[in-house]
């Protein structure tokens, strides 16, 4: 499966985006979905998972409350609404496509196919 990740850009802090993940080439609704996230110097980190069928969600501590991830299974889509933006939400943004459709793991290995990633820049 081919995915596209777009919606990335600069924004203030407290501010909003929605990143967008175009998956094709397979059928999209078997899988689960996740996105993770990149910092300058750091190591890519979990960010939120969604199930097949939308049913399950995680989040990770850093990002609970603020960001939501959904999915479009007619649209072969998977979205993440980020909310109250905070400088350190600064990263390259990537999704990934997990072939076991019930899963909800926060491990990046776990993932079979990844998009090139968006930037979110977000400003002080």
């Known amino acids: 499966v081919q995915l596209q990740a777009s919606g990335g850009g600069l924004v203030q802090a407290g501010g909003s985006l929605r990143l967008s993940c175009a998956a094709s080439g397979r059928t999209f609704s078997r899988f689960a979905m996740g996105w993770f996230r990149q910092a300058p110097g750091k190591e890519r980190e979990f960010v939120a998972v969604i199930t097949w069928s939308g049913a399950s969600t995680k989040y990770a501590d850093s990002v609970k409350g603020r960001f939501t991830i959904s999915r479009d299974n007619a649209k072969n889509t998977v979205y993440l609404q980020m909310n109250s933006l905070k400088p350190e939400d600064t990263a390259v943004y990537y999704c990934?496509?997990?072939?076991?459709?019930?899963?909800?793991?926060?491990?990046?290995?776990?993932?079979?196919?990844w998009g090139q990633g968006t930037l979110v820049t977000v400003s002080s």
């Open positions: 990934a496509a997990n072939e076991l459709g019930a899963s909800v793991s926060t491990v990046a290995r776990n993932y079979d196919y």
